[in-house]
């Protein structure tokens, strides 16, 4: 084949159709192919809008027991619910949460999405505990579901074509740090803190860390945070540029919603 030519292309497709006669003000055509006629146009009162609704409009926004979900007007509201344990990570949870962005991505009825945590904490990150190691599920691959399911989420969260706010309540630890940052806003409230806690248990950050704290914060910053593990408590996170604003703690809740009402 030579080089692409889009006159000849085009021409061609001239001459396929041309046999396609336009019936004037009957709302007709002729197609001297088939030789069929058609009508093609619709009542006035028909609002052709109505006629084709995507699938995702008639399902509700679900979650899971420890991740819950709801749409609230244009608001997405994700929240990770497993207050316990200060919302530390599942598998499950995170690709869950997941497929609520992919699909939050392509509904028009979603406008922005909030991301937050029950109870005492936003996230603590992975789960070490035992109940934790009972909820795993193994990879054939030697990847670790979580950290691949992390690593997925992050550039979700940071390409969604729509706003993502995080709500920062209090901690927020590991790649819950990763998962706040990768927001467009993080909103905190004054009781809030940052942590990246993997020195202290011999691991490097993870989750997209290294280079979402270091472009938050610069790179002596974010060195410091990731090798001595210090609590960066809110009003420290706003000055360093980890977070957007921070609120009392009676108050996180009606500044976020003058955010997103924005």
């Given at each position: ?6 006159h ?23 197609d ?7 009508r ?19 399902t ?8 819950a979900a ?74 670790d ?5 992390v ?94 604003a ?17």
């Amino acid at each position: 084949l030579g080089p692409f030519d889009a006159h000849h292309v085009g021409a061609e497709v001239t001459e396929d159709h041309r046999g396609v006669r336009a019936g004037t003000d009957t709302g007709q055509f002729d197609d001297s192919q088939s030789r069929q006629w058609t009508r093609h146009s619709l009542p006035p009162f028909v609002d052709t809008r109505q006629l084709f609704v995507p699938c995702w409009t008639m399902t509700p926004y679900t979650g899971i027991d420890h991740l819950a979900a709801s749409l609230d007007g244009n608001v997405l509201s994700v929240t990770f619910n497993r207050p316990d344990s200060l919302n530390s990570l599942t598998a499950e949870m995170v690709e869950t949460l997941c497929e609520l962005l992919e699909r939050a991505a392509a509904d028009p009825a979603v406008r922005v999405v909030r991301l937050g945590g029950a109870g005492r904490g936003f996230c603590a990150g992975a789960g070490i505990g035992a109940e934790d190691a009972a909820l795993a599920h193994g990879s054939d691959d030697g990847v670790d579901p979580l950290l691949a399911a992390v690593n997925r989420a992050v550039p979700l969260i940071a390409g969604l074509p729509k706003p993502v706010v995080a709500v920062v309540q209090r901690p927020a630890a590991g790649v819950g740090v990763s998962l706040a940052l990768a927001c467009d806003i993080v909103l905190a409230s004054e009781t809030a803190f940052f942590l990246l806690a993997f020195a202290k248990i011999g691991l490097i950050p993870d989750g997209g860390a290294t280079a979402l704290v270091a472009a938050s914060v610069g790179r002596t910053r974010a060195l410091k945070m990731a090798l001595l593990a210090e609590r960066i408590p809110a009003a420290e996170a706003l000055e360093y540029g980890l977070v957007s604003a921070v609120y009392p703690s009676e108050g996180l809740e009606a500044g976020v919603a003058a955010v997103i009402e924005k």
